[in-house]
């Protein structure tokens, strides 16, 4: 089946093969240098073909598929998010992706992207408080000591120097995993009783809860002045993080409008409240933070052109690396109109059963 | 990295295994059982999520992924189509798709879908035929003899009983090559010189020819009353194969009206021109053939549905078959919030880089 030219074969990375990579490249490294694709590309954001995702939503979760293209790789990312996963032994959101050429439409990669959803989410954070968060931010309160935590801690450690932590979850078990995971990497790290404690005196506030549904993560009275929020969690309709006050004092930073406004913490606020995208302040069109004592508001629920930019990364890094495995997923037959051929022809080739 | 339960891997159908799930249980039983399953699913088409595929058009193609969902399970398909493609030794059209539960949106089957698509919209449309044709009829044209032709005839003769068939293609090549792969099949097949010669005398005629342009395959003065037509090749903006007058003359159906007012032949026509959802006619709402002298239309650009039939009925032959292979797809710690606890651990087995 496989000719010379092995049109037939895509590339596949594994989660066993992605754990590898990662390892191999050192989390800290993968996370700057995807950081640094990440960035690229929302430097380039007018070239990027552009929607919403597409969501399926049921009682329970959302199925959702993320497409884009710059015109030369296509992308799209197959992700849930179900929250009762997690009781179940489950993950709340499992992900996978591919890239093909636009010219051929013919897949070049196929990757889970479990891991690098959660690697990419991390590093679309950290770049995104690189022009937000006060100069020289250093402490950094995590809230939601779930899947997402100990990225988010490595991201704003590897791309802005954080090295003081201040967790706090609802679940004391959460925390303390994440604690013990983070152990020896370079941070130090206050458990908190309340979400109150966690947020006293840090730069930055990381908000990554779990639950779909209107929570209050934080209060008004608990944001002082000059603080970046970085607020991941609230990412799809009906779920929020922050309380509305908080957002009427922030100066609020966006991915894609279309999609912020239907699933991040802006649902809360009238369609035309004024937002800035982040691509904007990256490419220096429009300013970040203004003055010391402002709240910025990254309202991240996530967005293709982040995947786009992580697939891009994990295909340059595989090349020759040995992190894949060959799927024989597109038919070659040797006449591209013969297909029904390639399947005749199949039989001869260790098949007794009758064709017809 | 494999627990008992096995959470981290998703079966997966190669072109390989598909050939020889397909030869295994013959190609015409295989049509048959799976317009069964394509019939079944128009039958409760109310309970689907319907949305027109999802669409990224460059100079030489498009990409499309094409998402449904029963409530139970979410099926969706990655699909390109790029006509000049088959001068470079490619396919014109590749596929690969997925099913997952909606209740926990895990991925439950990732299949190649190129050589099912071939399969499942040639089901499609001698199940549209079943309704549409006229009673009794043997006899079937074929205008373009690509990749689809013969499971075109193959599933006429399977549902209908077509055994007479009447090929013409731009290319001579391709009607070789069509008459070559059923040869020995119960066809008595004619090579004809026009589309005039193959249309002559016959009860369905097919078109399903790739370019994408406007063309006239059809002109009016070669459609006699009483034909079916079963249109395959006119499924993109830009597209078409008939001529606006026979459209005029026509009854006609379709699959999903917003997708095939973009799609399909009747992009010709005024946006509010009446057509019928096959679906309607195939659960008894609506008739379907009125009378003998009628012309009936299919306008098949092909629906998510019936994708997620075609994966459905592979993931129900599959059990125990044999035909998959085990992807390790889905990341899968022992505590579901601690990803990068799995991670870390993946270092200690067998990896000598630092993490960090």
Redesign the interface.
Known sequence: ?ITDRQ??IVP?V???HM??L???I???TFLTELAGYIEEDFRRWEVF?K?PR?A?H?R????E?M?T?D?IL?G?K?V???PK??K?????V?A?G?L?D??????RLIS?M??LT?LRTAATSAVAAKYLAPEGSTSMAIIG???Q???QA?AFKAILGVDRLQLYDIDAA?TA?CM??LKG??FSIKSCASPQEAVQGVAIITTATADKQYSTILTDNMVGSGVHINAVGGDCPGKTELHRDILMRSEIFVEYPPQTRIEGEIQQLPGDHPVTELWQVISGKLPGRNHAGQITLFDSVGFATEDFSALRYVHDKLKGAGFSED???????D??????????R??TKG?A????
Do not use: C, W
């Open positions: 089946m049109l037939n596949f594994s989660v066993d754990m590898k990662v390892l191999s050192g989390v800290e073909d929607t597409v399926s049921s329970d979760g959302v199925i598929l497409p293209s015109g296509y799209f197959y849930n998010g179900h996963n997690m179940e032994g489950l993950q709340t499992t996978f591919m093909a636009v010219a051929s439409g013919y897949p889970e479990t891991i959660a000591n779930g899947a935590a100990e990225f490595l959460a995993k013990r995971n990497l370079g799927l024989d997923l597109l038919a070659d037959p006449e591209p109109r013969d297909l029904f051929g390639m399947l005749l199949a039989q098949l059963q009758p064709v017809i």
